[in-house]
């Protein structure tokens, strides 16, 4: 099962740069427009402390995390979707991922082009939008108007998207993302098929310099989901000891000595709906990402289809309930190791193992 984060903005605001640091890919961050014409991909692990003291107390062989992937996607322009600056080919890297993550430039350098010459993340994310609007309206036309022909013929499903796309439209029209429509039950299945740019979720990736003083709860205050990363300051750590990395980190002042990246790499995470249940015994512990809301057979696919056309029961316990229980078996005599069925609902953490 793959998730992908594109990670998308105006040319020259520290995309490559993130995703060489994310991915320890060499990737070219050349100081010029559309430096990237095909995407980059790499995998990029989530980082998991329990992974590492499950590994300790089962006495491991290894450790196996689980990925997301991340995707560089070259730089937008105004009238992208109209084909400017290869425009067209862009947009349709960013319609394959499931989620995007958009840099915004933060930080004053002379030395490095601004494409609209001036720094201003509002106006910034407001060009990026627009054009990702104008996409979806293009697509929602196109998409409505054989809908409408479809619904003429009484077609429920061609009825509901008909109703789906109209209201898509109209908000569309007016400057809105479709991710501001309110979507009924019956529309859900409509709204995953019609799978429009402005209904992906979206973390914006402030690109800040080391100890930059910033205003970080009046900075872009309309937008929730975002996170301030100094990224060449971290692709600069990134080649030194952890150690090391924490003593600079303090020496730069910064909020905290554990990475930004890794909090990035969280925060999508999180933005995709995904969870994590763990496996752990002598040969691996290992961590497997599946769906929020997911059941334990759903779960068990993630390992093999087996695991969910067969399954009969999963044992089941909080991770940290077994670390405290010291052992398997002082975790069945209290009564912490549980048997679940085919409804139970897999939570973050679950240490799992099925029985097909």
């Known amino acids: 099962m793959g998730f992908s984060v594109g990670i998308v ?18 990737v070219d961050i050349s100081n010029y427009p559309f430096c990237t014409i095909d995407p980059n991909v790499g995998i990029v692990k989530v980082p ?16 196996v995390p689980t990925a997301i992937e991340f995707v560089d996607i070259a730089g937008l322009v105004k009238d992208a979707h109209k084909g400017e600056g290869l425009g067209n080919k862009f947009l349709a890297n960013i319609r394959e991922v499931d989620m995007i993550a958009h840099v915004v430039r933060g930080f004053e350098d002379g030395n490095i082009i601004h494409v609209s010459n001036k720094i201003d993340p509002k106006g910034d994310i407001e060009v990026i939008n627009l054009e990702l609007i104008l996409a979806d309206l293009e697509t929602v036309k196109k998409m409505l108007s054989r809908a409408e022909r479809d619904a003429k013929t009484g077609d429920k499903i061609a009825i509901i998207q008909k109703n789906l796309l109209t209201k898509y439209k109209n908000a569309l029209e007016k400057g809105n ?10 529309e859900k299945e409509a ?7 402005t209904n992906k979720p979206v973390l914006f990736v402030v690109n800040v310099n080391e100890g930059q003083k910033i205003d970080k709860d009046n900075f872009l205050p309309d937008i929730k989901n975002k996170i301030f990363v100094p990224i060449k300051f971290e692709l600069d750590l990134a080649e030194l000891p952890d150690e ?22 969280t925060r999508c995470y999180d933005l995709l709906g ?21 059941t334990a057979p759903q779960a068990g696919r993630a390992i093999h289809t087996d695991f969910e056309q067969k399954f009969i029961r999963a044992n089941v316990i909080n991770w940290q309930k077994l670390l405290e229980a010291g052992s398997e078996a002082s975790a069945v005599e209290k009564g912490l190791l549980r048997t679940e069925g085919k409804e139970y609902v897999v939570q973050d ?8």
């Open 191 to 197: 709204a995953r098929s019609i799978s429009l740019l």
């Open 48 to 63: 998991d402390a329990r992974l590492e003291k499950l590994s300790v107390f089962s006495k491991s062989k290894k450790v």
């Open 9 to 26: 903005g105006l040319p020259n605001v520290g995309k490559s740069t993130l995703f060489k640091t994310l991915t320890k890919k060499e």
């Open 244 to 265: 090391e990395a924490k003593e600079f980190r303090k020496e730069a002042n910064m909020d905290k000595n554990i990475s930004s990246l890794d909090e990035l790499i």
């Open 274 to 294: 995904l969870i994590t249940f763990l496996t752990t015994g002598e040969d691996e512990t290992r961590a497997w990402t599946i769906k929020k809301d997911s």
């Open 177 to 186: 993302m479709a991710s501001s429509v309110t979507v009924e039950e019956t």
């Open 349 to 356: 953490g679950d240490v799992i193992e099925f029985k097909i």
